[in-house]
Nanobody, 113 residues
Framework: QVQLVESGGGLVQPGGSLRLSCVAS????????MAWYRQAPGEQRELVAS???????NYADSVKGRFTISRDNGKNTVYLQMNSLKPEDTAVYYC???????WGQGTQVTVSS
């Protein structure tokens, strides 16, 4: 019943910014913890950021100070604002509903000059 749809990925130059969006349906979005994961080619899946229903935040060390996770419960949407992007941020980014362990289809982020 839970479905997540990511959008906002694309090609960006190093130092640039992107904002990823994830629209959720079929869950009690306002109380569920949400997260962004990413997986680069040849690498293991990595937790990038998470946000609880009451707004507590957590970030991977590699993105602290550059990425911001947020949510708009009225829109059933979680965001990942990515600034100062680096080539090593290149990956497929996935939105995850932590309560249901439901994953979106992913959106590609490529950081390259």
């Amino acid at each position: 019943q839970v479905q997540l749809v990511e959008s906002g990925g694309g090609l960006v130059q190093p130092g640039g910014s992107l904002r990823l969006s994830c629209v959720a349906s079929g869950s009690i979005f306002d109380i569920n913890a949400m997260a962004w994961y990413r997986q680069a080619p040849g690498e293991q899946r990595e937790l990038v950021a998470s946000i609880t229903g009451d707004g507590r935040l957590n970030y991977a060390d590699s993105v602290k100070g550059r990425f911001t996770i947020s949510r708009d419960n009225g829109k059933n949407t979680v965001y990942l604002q990515m600034n100062s992007l680096k080539p090593e941020d290149t990956a497929v980014y996935y939105c995850v509903d932590m309560w249901d362990d439901t994953w979106g289809q992913g959106t590609q982020v490529t950081v390259s000059s």
